[in-house]
């Protein structure tokens, strides 16, 4: 009898790619540091709090509020929405730290719920390309001759596969946060994620 295959686990720092397709998600990713990329983010939607090394420390949920984190071994500071009613993170602030930092950015989002996945790339505030997929592909780029496949299974490994290319991880874990089960006002205790696991984590709000 043959030996069945043992599968080789990759270490987390080197996993790249999406998590998972299976969840509802909305990300920018900017490759720099938590404590600039907070900076940007703050100046540019005006918000009044941010509570540094903020994992562990216990906040009072406001809305709109925002996780920004960077794990360990990754280039990319990832900015979460941590309690939205309807504020998410989206395009036009991936557009905007782009240009503000001078850097490429990353704005990814997907919704199983909704049936959508799509994601843009920014460098110094200008489009480099563009993916979504509701009902039909629209995809557009100003970086590589590809052609994107139709609307169906293959555009999960399309869009993973871009995030590869730009050595990034979209981890899903928007829900694991848990904020869209706490209220604003409510006091809670950011035990997301571990010390093993994250670099720096930071809440706006």
């Known amino acids: 009898m043959a030996k069945k295959r043992q599968r080789k686990e990759i270490p987390f720092s080197e996993v790249r790619g999406v998590g998972s397709f ?20 703050q100046k540019l939607r005006k918000l009044k709090s941010w509570l540094k090394n ?6 009072t949920v406001t809305a709109p509020s925002f996780v920004v984190y960077r794990l360990k071994a990754h280039t990319w500071t990832i900015i979460d929405t941590y309690k939205a009613l309807g504020d998410y993170v989206n395009e036009k602030d991936a ?5 503000s930092l001078k850097t490429k ?20 505030g ?8 509701e009902e039909g592909v629209k995809f557009g780029s100003k970086v590589r001759d590809i052609e994107p496949p139709e609307d169906g299974p293959d555009i999960y490994p399309f869009v993973e596969q ?9 981890p899903s874990w928007t829900t694991y946060f848990g904020a869209f089960c706490h209220k604003p006002g409510e ?3 950011l035990n997301i994620l571990g010390d093993d696991m994250v670099e720096r984590l930071d809440y706006l709000a």
Do not use: W
């Open 95 to 99: 557009q905007a730290l782009s240009k």
């Open 187 to 189: 006091k809670i205790k």
């Open 22 to 41: 299976d969840t509802n998600e909305i990300l920018v990713l900017v490759p720099a540091a938590v404590e600039e990329v907070a900076a940007a983010f």
């Open 126 to 133: 200008k489009l480099l390309e563009h993916f979504y997929c």
């Open 162 to 170: 871009f995030m590869k290319d730009q050595d990034a991880l979209a």
């Open 54 to 59: 903020a994992r562990g420390k216990t906040i």
């Open 105 to 124: 950015t990353i704005f990814y989002g997907n919704s199983d719920t909704a049936s959508v996945t799509g994601y843009d790339l920014f460098e110094n």
